[in-house]
């Protein structure tokens, strides 16, 4: 198992997973990755990515592993058959979902020897990688302040919310609440001006100021 500070395995190669594990490699950690679909896993095997035919394998290459799944239930199926390979791992489970099924899967970690860190990013994949950007984490501040400078590859700012790992999901949801709501309200700003003759560049100054 390689030193946790310049290795990661990275579960999971959505946008969000291979833009993670291309920062990884960014950055020159030794970078190991599992995905269903494995072409997903081409590029990043041509930049020096290790792709691991198996969950249990992809487990055993490191230390901590960075999970970017679609939501907890994703995470149960894809860890579930491999947990005999869990124990020691510290798990960061940047998956979305409810704060009620971060602390249950917190609590199944444990029961097989793994620790979870709840992420909750706030970027999309364009924003992986920038000092700029940011992610909530909550649970365990020991296993925060270990990780933090690869939690720092994947951004630059990092917000321990408190051991609770629930609460970096549920900023993650209070961010949404407020999101979508100003966007939807962006778009049928710019359908009414639209219905009146003007262009979205028209209201960009007022959109901007308001």
Do not use: C
């Not at 998956?95 to 917190?106: L, N």
């Not at 990688?129 to 994947?154: C, K, M, N, T, W």
């Amino acid at each position: 198992m390689s030193d946790a500070k310049q290795s990661v395995t990275v579960i999971g190669l959505g946008p969000m997973g291979r833009a993670m594990a291309g920062a990884f490699l960014d950055h020159g950690y030794e970078v190991t990755v599992w995905n269903r679909t494995v072409s997903r896993a081409d590029a990043l095997v041509a930049r020096g990515a290790v792709l691991a035919p198996t969950v249990e394998e992809a487990l055993a290459s490191h230390e901590l592993v960075v999970l970017s799944l679609t939501d907890y239930d994703a995470v149960y199926a894809t860890l579930g058959p491999a947990a005999a390979a869990l124990t020691g791992r510290s798990l960061v489970n940047l998956s979305s979902d409810t704060p009620e099924k971060a602390r249950a899967m917190a609590r199944w970690a444990a029961e097989r020897g793994a620790v979870q860190l709840t992420g909750g990013v706030t970027v999309p994949p364009s924003g992986i990688g920038r000092a700029e950007s940011s992610v909530f984490y909550s649970g365990p501040r020991q296993v925060f302040d270990r990780h933090r400078p690869a939690l720092e590859v994947i951004t630059g700012r990092t917000d321990h919310l408190g051991e609770d790992p629930g609460l970096a999901a549920l900023m993650y949801q209070i961010g949404m609440v407020m999101f979508w709501p100003a966007m939807l309200g962006y778009w049928q700003a710019i359908a009414l001006a639209g219905a009146n003759g003007l262009r979205a560049a028209d209201i960009l100054p007022h959109a901007v100021e308001t």
